[in-house]
């Protein structure tokens, strides 16, 4: 009973590279999302995909781009990391309708030196 | 989405039943209320949510207030392994994606 996988679980980046975090659930879930969090700090929503085909900024979308590649992925780049993108980043998934509930992976952590 | 306010942390001794509040006093009549938790270095885990009626689950029981304006989440027989940050999220249901705004939460402690 997978529910929503992400890999990689760790990784550590040099200023400038690039990286795309993977995402995949099996629960057939129509929306998913990408957050972040920072030491501290509560979750902040950096874009979401309302269903396959659509891709929608959150709250904190600089410096990242995403791909909902087929109805279980979602993909999260960075094009150019840098310092102040050193988090850990979950992502999740929801049937999208009505008031069911996110249910999240085990999130990526990720620095940035 | 209306604000929540939660104790910033609470001890429970195991076995005893952990009663963790949180107050919405602004909620609105088509917000529910969803409760999480994040355990060290995991993601959040959802564990229950409700609009109106009392609700349980395998994991927990919520119980909200007949006006809506506070709620408790209880575990009825908390274990070591329930030790988390704890949160309260009130959220109106909608048919597309959304955010969960997660604020600081409870940090409970379970103690032998």
């Known amino acids: 009973n997978a529910g929503v996988t992400q890999t990689p679980k760790f990784q550590v980046l040099k200023t400038g590279q690039s990286m795309t975090l993977q995402c995949a659930q099996d629960?057939?879930?129509?929306?998913m999302y990408w957050y972040r969090q920072d030491p501290g700090m509560g979750l902040r929503l950096i874009y979401y995909?309302?269903?396959?085909?659509?891709?929608d900024k959150g709250e904190v979308p600089n410096g990242y781009n995403v791909s909902r590649l087929n109805k279980r992925e979602f993909s999260l780049r960075l094009e150019s990391a840098a310092p102040s993108q050193t988090s850990v980043y979950f992502c999740?998934?929801?049937?999208?309708?009505?008031?069911?509930?996110?249910?999240f992976g085990d999130g990526t952590r990720l620095s940035i030196l | 989405d209306a604000k929540t306010t939660q104790p910033t942390s609470m001890d429970c001794a195991e076995g005893r039943a952990a009663n963790l509040p949180c107050n919405h006093s602004t909620i609105s009549g088509n917000e529910y209320v969803y409760w999480y938790r994040q355990i060290h270095s995991q993601g959040p885990q959802y564990i229950i949510h409700g609009l109106k009626n009392n609700e349980t689950n395998e994991m927990a029981s919520l119980i909200i207030t007949e006006d809506r304006k506070s709620s408790t989440l209880i575990l009825p027989h908390a274990t070591l392994r329930d030790t988390a940050v704890y949160y309260c999220?009130?959220?109106?249901?909608?048919?597309?994606?959304?955010?969960?705004?997660f604020g600081k939460g409870t940090s409970l402690l379970v103690t032998p």
């Open positions: 999740a998934s929801s049937p999208g309708h009505s008031n069911q509930p996110q249910h």
């Open positions: 995909s309302a269903s396959e085909g659509t891709t």
């Open positions: 629960m057939n879930h129509n929306s």
């Open positions: 999220i009130v959220r109106v249901g909608t048919n597309s994606g959304y955010a969960l705004n």
